[in-house]
């Protein structure tokens, strides 16, 4: 069972920075496509980020230009780096990962991110 835990959120004022992590276990790495999700009390989980296997990334487009989604495969590590944020990117932010092959997927349990305007 693969395991997903993030770290990096928190109280950040807007127009700041904040850097989410999300490390994997328990899975070969480069057999996921990863992916950032936020939600809201009362919305849907949208997706925020995508990273495929080998590196090519989409972005919703309500944070394009502003956050940068990465992969380190030997930290078997996720990134998302947020600039500019504005106080409607507030929700629990949430990692996936697909794998490849098997098309199993798999959550983090979140990391809530707060921008204060």
């Known amino acids: 069972q693969v395991q997903l835990v993030e770290s990096g959120g928190g109280l950040v004022q807007a127009g700041g920075s904040l850097r989410l992590s999300c490390a994997a276990s328990?899975?070969?790495?480069?057999?996921?496509?990863m992916g950032w999700y936020r939600q809201v009390p009362g919305k849907q989980r949208e997706l925020v980020a995508r990273?495929?296997?080998?590196?090519?990334?989409n972005y919703a487009d309500s944070v394009k230009d502003r956050f940068t989604c990465s992969r380190d495969n030997a930290k078997k590590t996720v990134y998302l780096e947020m600039n500019s944020l504005k106080p409607e990117d507030t929700a629990v932010y949430y990692c996936?990962?697909?794998?490849?092959?098997?098309?199993?997927?798999?959550w983090g349990r979140g990391t809530l991110v707060t921008v204060s305007s």
């Open positions: 996936n990962a697909r794998n490849y092959f098997s098309g199993m997927e798999y």
């Open positions: 328990r899975t070969v790495f480069s057999t996921l496509d």
């Open positions: 990273i495929t296997r080998g590196g090519t990334t």
